[in-house]
């Protein structure tokens, strides 16, 4: 085995772990190799050359000897020509031979050089294939793990920025009185113990300050501000709510007010007055569904004093006029029925007092599908009218609620 093969072997056998220089290495030991095989033929064939030159140049002087014998001696005529035949064939021989040796050795070299050459190369490509295919593991290998650790550095970052999120956020909505989501309180400008609360994204909703801190009565959300307890106020759920933030000018509705509602059904916009009116105001709330009732008395009667539920036809205030004790400063009438505003009337004569208020929350299909809404609201404002109200608004309660208006309405004392 050649040194090169020894090589060549090393390197199959040891592929996995070849490099750039165990490449290098073989092609080095091949050049070598071929050097020293390429000399030796040319030092053979030199050598060869010179016995030729020397056996031709013998040839010659051995000629030259037989000739000058002949011409002492005539008789050795024949002798120069058998001398002159053996050395012709001796010359011939001596350049076959060489040309033979020479041939068969440059074909062994050549053979040598191309097989070293062809099987270096074939290491070679094996090797290269083997280090790209390595190197190729490797770089996924280094890929896939440093995606895997970025990817989980990123969800622990991810995640601790929500944990930190949630966490300021129920700071402030369980409590926490600074905080950098800048929730914030404020009083309605215009109407007491109603606040505007700007939230997370600068959202705005009304709110009211909770007189049953902890308990909620329809999913609405509670946030603290400063150690208070607000209720977020939502107009799509309260027409009450909806008027207000279309901008209705009068809500007679303050701390201490004495209220009738009309059609309480479970308690939404009662239990948003009952915070305004807080514990020295009342709310009579008169509803006719029993389900309703068992609601509002459930979820919001029971856990507020100020609240008393009446199970009754709102078109009947005889019926539950005796047990309301005194005269009333505003009725909230919310029914939904054709005869709202006669209704709403009929219990200002059995029970409001001198000055006190109406709020009609206008249903106009519960009234007329045929009429447009707006003829509807003045029809029932004139109804109103015709019993002695001043009218002082009718706001149209859209997007918070379709086809409705709240009609608010006085009635003087001289009635
Ligand atoms: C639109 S819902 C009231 C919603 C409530 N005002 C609120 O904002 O949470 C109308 C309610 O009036 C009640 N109602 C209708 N006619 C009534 C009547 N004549 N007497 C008492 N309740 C009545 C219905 O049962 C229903 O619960």
Redo the contacts with the bound molecule.
């Keep these: 085995m050649t040194a090169a093969e020894a090589v060549v072997e090393e390197i199959a056998n040891n592929a996995l772990t070849a490099t750039d220089e165990t490449v290098l290495a073989v092609a080095v030991v091949v050049v070598v190799e071929t050097v020293l095989v390429v000399a030796v033929v040319v030092v053979v064939e030199t050598v060869l050359v010179v016995a030729v030159e020397v056996v031709e140049t013998a040839s010659e002087a051995a000629a030259v000897a037989v000739e000058a014998a002949v011409k002492e001696d005539p008789n050795a005529k024949e002798t120069k020509t058998a001398v002159t035949a053996v050395m012709a064939v001796v010359v011939s021989f001596v350049k076959v031979a060489v040309v033979v040796v020479v041939v068969s050795f440059v074909k062994v070299a050549v053979v040598v050089v191309v097989v070293s050459f062809v099987k270096v190369a074939a290491v070679a490509v094996a090797v290269a294939v083997v280090v790209v295919v390595v190197s190729f593991v490797k770089v996924a290998v280094v890929v896939v793990v440093v995606s895997f650790v970025m990817a989980a550095a990123v969800a622990v970052v991810v995640s601790f920025v929500k944990v930190a999120v949630i966490a300021t956020v129920t700071l402030v909505v369980d409590g926490g009185e600074t905080s950098k989501v800048h929730i914030k309180i404020r009083p309605h400008p215009q109407f007491k113990e109603i606040y505007q609360a700007m939230l997370e994204g600068g959202v705005q909703r009304l709110a009211t300050r909770n007189l049953t801190p902890g308990l909620t009565v ?1 999913g609405e959300r509670l946030i603290h501000v400063k150690n208070v307890e607000y209720r977020i106020w939502d107009a799509f ?4 709510a909806g008027g207000i933030i279309k901008g209705i000018q009068n809500v007679p509705i303050e701390a201490g007010s004495q209220i009738l ?11 948003h007055i009952s915070d305004i009116i807080g514990e020295n105001g009342h709310a009579y709330c ?4 029993s389900r ?1 009732l068992r609601d509002l008395v459930n979820n919001v009667a029971a856990h507020r004093p100020n609240i008393s539920p009446f199970l ?5 205030p005889e019926k539950y006029a005796i047990f309301i004790p005194r005269k009333i400063d505003t009725i ?1 009438c ?4 054709p005869e ?1 505003a006669k ?1 709403l009337a009929d219990n200002a004569d059995a029970l409001l007092k001198p000055n006190g208020w109406v709020m009609l ?1 206008c ?1 106009s299909q519960s009234i007329d599908v045929t009429m447009t809404p707006e003829k509807v609201y003045k029809q029932e404002a004139s109804i109103l009218r015709n019993r002695g109200f001043n009218v002082k608004e009718i706001v149209d309660l859209e997007p918070y609620d379709k086809a409705h208006a709240m009609i608010i309405a006085q009635r003087p004392s001289s009635t």
């Design positions: 329809y759920r309260s027409k009450l509602y009309l059609g309480a059904a479970s308690g939404t916009t009662p239990s008169v509803e006719f569904a309703s009754e036809d709102a078109r009947k909230y919310d029914v939904a029925q709202q209704l929350a249903k």
